[in-house]
């Protein structure tokens, strides 16, 4: 059984950073970092997969978000720059012990956490 947990969430001015960190146990081999706000569909913004350096991303975050992994930690980490309003969300991170070729849909993932906050004011 894989158990995800999240943390580093919080409130941050538009155009302020934030670090999101998610410890895993388990084996994992696509993570991912998903958000969803109030009223709206959960949305892939980040997957990586095990031993990659390079994140995947939607055009929505790409240039802002930064996925990365630390393995030996077992985690994986989210930077957050250039924050925008529309950023506000719960952000989730997500596992899978396969690889898959949607690593930016929900239908993929095994595993979530319990998911951290965001919000950012203009």
């Known amino acids: 059984q894989v158990k995800l947990e999240e943390s580093g969430g919080g409130s941050v001015q538009a155009g302020g950073s934030l670090r999101l960190s998610c410890a895993i146990s388990?084996?994992?081999?696509?993570m991912g970092w998903f958000r969803q706000a109030p009223g709206q569909e959960r949305e892939g913004v980040a997957a990586i997969y095990r031993g990659d350096r390079r994140g995947l991303y939607p055009a929505s975050v790409e240039g802002r978000f930064t996925i990365s992994q630390d393995n030996a930690k077992n985690m994986i980490y989210l930077e957050m720059n250039s924050l925008k309003p529309e950023d506000t969300a719960m952000y989730y991170c997500?596992?899978?012990?396969?690889?898959?070729?949607?690593?930016?849909?929900?239908?993929?993932?095994?595993?979530w956490g319990q998911g951290t906050q965001v919000t950012v004011s203009s």
């Open positions: 388990g084996y994992t081999y696509t």
């Open positions: 997500a596992a899978s012990p396969d690889w898959t070729t949607l690593p930016l849909r929900t239908s993929p993932y095994n595993y």
